[in-house]
């Protein structure tokens, strides 16, 4: 059905639901840098699935449906809001490069921006009123993307400095389904600045960004740690 930059999606018999595939493919800078990261499918996959499922247990309604196998997940079908919602906890990546500040620097509050999803113009910043006059999104489907970005940052940060992790900040994507506004997409290092709490060593997609290497170790870093808090919960 669609081809993105990090997934394939495909249909299924079940029209309310699609098959997901993550890949190994990395890309920045609007695609022109492009590379891969071994078993980035696998580990993108498992740690998003693992996240959906503490949102879930947390009131958050996602479109994870199950996992199939190591790349390969059942969603929800959602139509999607072509508004992406970045959260932001530290100053780091364009914002810094924005307002002129160092990287890394905390800020008092949350900052909650708007992107235009849309590859060819290269998913420009938007306010909610060019979501609104432009018909990407209602105030009300506004509103709660809102709402659900500031619940879903309270859990993940949390969750993320219990296992000595930082959540800098995220990209999250949100869909239609049944007329209920759900997480879509994927929350995982490609999405996500995570910092190690203590060294500060990057462990996302800006170690490729930045040429700094060992982006494989890194992804698995953040799984390992994440399936052992997991587990330990689990009993």
Known sequence: ?????AKQIYSTDDPNQVLMKYKDEATA?????KGII??????????????????EKEGIETHLVRQIDERNVLVKNLRIIPVEVVVRNLIAGSLAKRVGKEEGMPLP?????????????????????????????????LKEMHSQAERINEILKKFFDSIGIILVDFKLEFGLYQGRVILGDEISPDTCRLWDKE???????????????????????????????????NG
């Open 109 to 141: 509050a949350t900052i909650i921006e708007l992107y235009y999803k849309n590859d060819e113009l290269h998913d420009p910043m938007i306010n909610e009123y060019h979501a609104r006059v432009l018909g990407w999104a209602t105030d009300e489907q």
């Open 29 to 33: 800078f609007d695609g022109l840098k």
């Open 38 to 55: 071994e078993n980035k499918g696998i580990v993108n996959n498992r740690v998003s699935n693992l996240l959906m499922g503490l949102l």
């Open 199 to 233: 060294s500060l060593e990057k462990l996302d997609k800006d170690r490729f960004r930045r040429d700094l290497g060992k982006e494989a170790e890194a992804y698995q870093e953040v799984v390992r740690r994440i399936e052992t808090a997991v587990a330990a919960v």
């Open 1 to 5: 059905m669609y081809e993105g930059k």
